[in-house]
Structure formats: C-alpha cells, structure tokens
C-alpha cells in the first residue's frame, strides 16, 4: 500500500507563516503530480496548489504569490510554504500524490489524513 503523512499544520496570527510537509511511503515506483488541496467548514474541497515530477507548479488564484509548493522527489516528499497567512486560510490540508505502484500500474491517486491550518488573532 501507499501511505501520506502529513506535519507542520497548527495556529498562527493573521500575516503569520506556516510550512506543511508530506511524506510518501510504501510501494511506489514513481510519483506524478502532488499537491495539496482544502476543506474548510461547510465549502467544498478545492485545490490549493499542484505541482509535476518536473517542477510545473499551479496555484489557485487565492494563494498565488503568498503559497510556495516544492517537492523533493528523492523522498517522496511535498511542502507548502504558507506565508501571509489570511483568516480565510483556516481549514483542514490534505496532500495528495498520483502513484504508480509499478511499471505496468496504471497511476492512482493517494490521499494523506489531513493536518489542520487555524489563522486567527
């Protein structure tokens, strides 16, 4: 199996800084994209950031310029960068990461447990 864990996640004040990493285990051949997305209460998940094997990154317009998303593909491991952290920030991280298990597996998407982000003052 494939496992995500996620860290970092806690409280900040408003303009605060925050770095989530996630770590990928377990029977992988080779990761695609990995990326973090959100839920906050009541709102429906969306993507926060995504980013290749080859370093292409996308953002959704919200974070753009205050989120940084990297990746070290020799760990299997995605961060979030969050700077200028924004009361509408609040809500539970999850990575995700798009895993082949094998040469002639067909890639599948993974998902971490969640870490919680709270900005408030």
């Known amino acids: 199996q494939v496992q995500l864990v996620e860290s970092g996640g806690g409280s900040v004040q408003p303009g605060g800084s925050l770095r989530l990493s996630c770590a990928a285990s377990?029977?992988?051949?080779?990761?695609?994209?990995m990326g973090w997305y959100r839920q906050a209460p009541g709102k429906q998940r969306e993507m926060v950031a995504v980013?290749?094997?080859?370093?292409?990154?996308n953002y959704a317009d919200s974070v753009k310029g205050r989120f940084t998303i990297s990746r070290d593909n020799a760990k299997n491991t995605v961060y979030l960068q969050m700077n200028v952290l924004k009361v509408e920030d609040t809500a539970v991280y999850y990575c995700?990461?798009?895993?082949?298990?094998?040469?002639?597996?067909?890639?599948?998407?993974?998902w971490g447990q969640g870490t919680q982000v709270t900005v408030s003052s």
């Open positions: 980013i290749t094997s080859g370093g292409s990154t």
């Open positions: 377990g029977s992988i051949f080779s990761i695609n994209a």
């Open positions: 995700t990461a798009e895993v082949r298990r094998s040469i002639h597996s067909v890639p599948t998407d993974y």
